[in-house]
């Protein structure tokens, strides 16, 4: 059991570094945008940089484990996000700091998946749940952490130090790997669809840049239409190509299953309006409301400690609701969370802002728990890989396109007042338009039947059994 733990702790190492920088860049925003003297809105290009390599390299991660051994390529993809970390960290242009995002994201998309199959495949069954515990912890603690630490090291040293932050992280946790972690291999390789990750990595990546660079001074409007458009073509090109083989890299028969597609297509919806708050809520406490980024992180964590309470409730609560109605009382209880951001003001007692924060925090994470565990209710063991796969490459373009969004509604509404500068107004405006878009997938939450997810759930079982 020692070993097993050991091993976890080297996932869950790597696991931490990644969750960590994901919250801290939030918080440190406006201090970038003013020591590159870029403006705020611009940086949406190296968030979603960063999502759109995951988004790219997520399919091929099982793959490359395969084909080159997982621990040649954990230890790889942790090597690659620390010296990326450090490109971030000597950034000197906001070209160079997208390309250091678009490289973490790299490294991301095959340490993550890569770490989670090492487990699968090395701990014994007995052992799996002990592991699991282990590993969730930093998913826990580090959006808690990110917002106050991004935003102290902000304020009393310097942005860069947010990146240097993973450099120790990343060294112990590559000579962990290098030591600790076996070089395990599937018994039977398949075969990569080359053809599917060209036209869906070319294609994704084209579209969310396009769909980022819309808006004043981001690059044209032709540049944005142009690419958004060829993003598109290669994105159907693909759904042509997935029917035509056997071992698609994203395979779409699965959106065949009711519980899968609602899920999915639901969550997408969702996951826009969630990607937004990280840009706008830390934009909005500094440039609207002149705070620092330690005081902001402060404030912005609270969201991440409503997330953490709500998984000790959301069984139960599952239980008793059933999925299709925690949904779509959730999707409105969201919704309107997400609203009441609109109400801040410079003005607002903090901590009235806590206490909105934390339910926010709480009601959206019983949203995604509620959302990935229907997603998988119905899908068969052999579906599993492929199912898991085509929801992370989702989750990662959904985020990169809530920021866009946030970024694009922001820039319409200073334009359209004729400023060139950011107003607190400007955010309240677009805290309404999110609120909406997060409304959107009750449509579809209502098509599920009421025992949807049933097994899974446990809804309308028998309190003895």
Not at 39 to 59: C, N, Q, R, S
Not at 74 to 81: D, G, Q
Not at 191 to 214: C, E, H, K, Q
Not at 312 to 340: D, K
């Amino acid at each position: 059991m020692n070993q097993t733990r050991a091993l976890t702790l080297v996932v869950a190492a790597a696991l931490f570094m990644e969750s960590l920088v994901s919250t801290v860049i939030a918080t440190s925003l406006a201090a970038m945008a003013a020591d590159l003297k870029v403006d705020p809105l611009t940086l949406k290009l190296a968030f979603t940089a960063y999502y759109v390599a995951l988004a790219m390299f997520i399919p091929i991660s099982g793959w490359c484990a395969d084909r080159f051994g997982a621990k040649t390529v954990f230890a790889s993809a942790i090597a690659v996000f620390t010296l990326a970390s450090v490109a971030c960290a000597l950034a000197w242009d906001l070209p160079s700091l997208i390309a250091g995002r678009f490289c973490q994201g790299l490294g991301g998309a095959m340490m993550l998946p890569v770490g989670r199959l090492i487990l699968l495949r090395a701990i014994a069954k007995r052992d799996m749940v002990a592991a699991m515990a282990w590993l969730s912890i930093p998913t826990l603690f580090a959006p808690i952490m990110g917002p106050p630490v991004g935003g102290f090291i902000t304020t009393y040293y310097h942005w860069r130090g947010i990146f240097w932050l993973n450099v120790p992280v990343g060294v112990v946790g590559l000579l962990l790997a290098l030591a600790l972690v076996p070089q395990v291999r599937a018994e039977r390789m398949q075969p990569l669809d080359w053809t599917g990750f060209v036209l869906t990595g070319l294609g994704l990546s084209l579209t969310i840049v396009g769909f980022t660079l819309a808006g004043r001074g981001s690059g044209g409007a032709w540049t944005s239409a142009l690419l958004t458009l060829t993003g598109s073509a290669l994105l159907l090109a693909y759904v042509r190509h997935a029917r035509r083989v056997e071992h698609p890299i994203i395979d779409l028969s699965l959106l065949h299953i009711a519980s899968f597609r609602i899920s999915l297509l639901g969550g997408l919806l969702f996951r826009v309006a969630v990607g937004a708050l990280p840009f706008l809520l830390p934009l909005m406490l500094q440039v609207g409301f002149g705070l620092t980024a330690f005081a902001s992180g402060l404030l912005t964590f609270a969201a991440a400690v409503g997330a953490v309470t709500m998984k000790l409730t959301a069984g139960p609560i599952l239980r008793r609701y059933g999925f299709r109605q925690v949904l779509c009382v959730n999707a409105l209880i969201s919704s309107a969370m997400m609203a009441a951001i609109a109400g801040f003001s410079a003005h607002t007692p903090h901590a009235l802002i806590v206490a909105v924060l934390l339910l926010g925090g709480f009601f959206r994470s019983l949203q995604f728990t509620s959302l990935n565990t229907l997603g998988f209710a119905d899908i068969e063991l052999s579906q599993m890989s492929r199912a898991t796969s085509f929801v992370a490459v989702v989750q990662q373009l959904s985020l990169s396109v809530g920021v866009a969004l946030a970024a694009l509604l922001l820039d319409l509404f200073r334009s359209s007042a004729g400023r060139t500068t950011l107003q607190a107004g400007d955010f309240s405006r677009a805290f309404l338009a999110i609120g909406l878009v997060a409304l959107l997938p009750l449509l579809m939450y209502r098509r599920l039947a009421p025992d949807a997810g049933a097994e899974v759930s446990g809804h309308g079982r028998s309190e003895t059994i």
